[in-house]
T-cell receptor
Framework: DTEVTQTPKHLVMGMTNKKSLKCEQH?????MYWYKQKAKKPPELMFV???????INESVPSRFSPECPNSSLLNLHLHALQPEDSALYLC????????????FGSGTRLTVV | ELKVEQNPLFLSMQEGKNYTIYCNYS?????LYWYRQDPGKSLESLFV?????AVKQEGRLMASLDTKARLSTLHITAAVHDLSATYFC???????????FGTGTRLKVLA
C-alpha cells in the first residue's frame, strides 16, 4: 500500500459545528503532517507528528486540534471554525526526517459557512 | 527565515516548446523536491533530489539541483497539453521534518 487516505473528501460545516478530518497510511511511515492550502497558494505546514508525538505546531489556532492515535492514523479535530478557515487540508507522511519526500493524501476540501 | 522563490509564477507556452522553471532558496539544504498539482487536486511527487549535482528525468521533465548556487531547475522538453498544472518545489529544512514550499509556477500549455 503506497497511499495516504483522507476522509472525507469534502466537508461543509457551520461555525458552531465540531467535525474531524481523518488520515491513514500503511507504509510504515513514522512522520505525519497536516498542511493547509488556500487557493493559488503553496501548502502551509500546520502540524508534524513524529513517532506519534507532536513535534511541530506552527502556531495554529486552538480551534484546530490534532491527534495521532497510532502510527497509521492522524486526525484533525475542528471546532468553532471561521469562514477564512475554508481551504484544502492535506495530510502527508514520510519515512523519517526529510529523506525521500512526502506522500500526500488526496485532501479534504473544507467549506465553513 | 528560509525563503523559496520560483520563477516564473505563471507560464503560458505553446506545445512543442522547451522551457525551464527556476527554484531559488535562501539557506543551506541538500534536499529538494518537485511536486505537481492539478486544479482542485492534491500534490503528486515528481522528483526527489538529495545531493549536489543530482539530475532526475521522467518523460518530458528533467530536474536538477545545484546546492552551492541554492538553485534547482525543472526543464520541460517539447511541452504537451497534459503538462498543464501548478509545479511546486519544496526545500527540506535540514534537521527538522519541515519542508518549505516555493511560491508555485502555474503552467499552461496551449495546443
Amino acid at each position: 500500500d503506497t497511499e495516504v487516505t483522507q476522509t472525507p473528501k469534502h466537508l461543509v460545516m457551520g461555525m458552531t459545528n465540531k467535525k474531524s478530518l481523518k488520515c491513514e497510511q500503511h507504509m510504515g511511515h513514522r512522520a505525519m503532517y497536516w498542511y493547509k492550502q488556500k487557493a493559488k497558494k503553496p501548502p502551509e505546514l500546520m502540524f508534524v507528528y513524529s513517532y506519534e508525538k507532536l513535534s511541530i505546531n506552527e502556531s495554529v489556532p486552538s480551534r484546530f486540534s490534532p491527534e495521532c492515535p497510532n502510527s497509521s492514523l492522524l486526525n484533525l479535530h475542528l471546532h468553532a471554525l471561521q469562514p477564512e478557515d475554508s481551504a484544502l487540508y492535506l495530510c502527508a507522511s514520510s519515512q523519517s526526517r526529510g529523506g525521500y519526500g512526502y506522500t500526500f493524501g488526496s485532501g479534504t476540501r473544507l467549506t465553513v459557512v | 527565515e528560509l525563503k523559496v522563490e520560483q520563477n516564473p509564477l505563471f507560464l503560458s507556452m505553446q506545445e512543442g516548446k522547451n522551457y525551464t522553471i527556476y527554484c531559488n532558496y535562501s539557506t543551506t539544504s541538500d534536499r529538494l523536491y518537485w511536486y505537481r498539482q492539478d486544479p482542485g487536486k492534491s500534490l503528486e511527487s515528481l522528483f526527489v533530489l538529495l545531493s549536489n549535482g543530482a539530475v532526475k528525468q521522467e518523460g518530458r521533465l528533467m530536474a536538477s539541483l545545484d546546492t552551492k548556487a541554492r538553485l534547482s531547475t525543472l526543464h520541460i522538453t517539447a511541452a504537451v497539453h497534459d503538462l498543464s498544472a501548478t509545479y511546486f518545489c519544496a526545500v527540506d529544512l535540514s534537521g527538522t521534518y519541515k519542508y518549505i514550499f516555493g511560491t508555485g509556477t502555474r503552467l499552461k500549455v496551449l495546443a
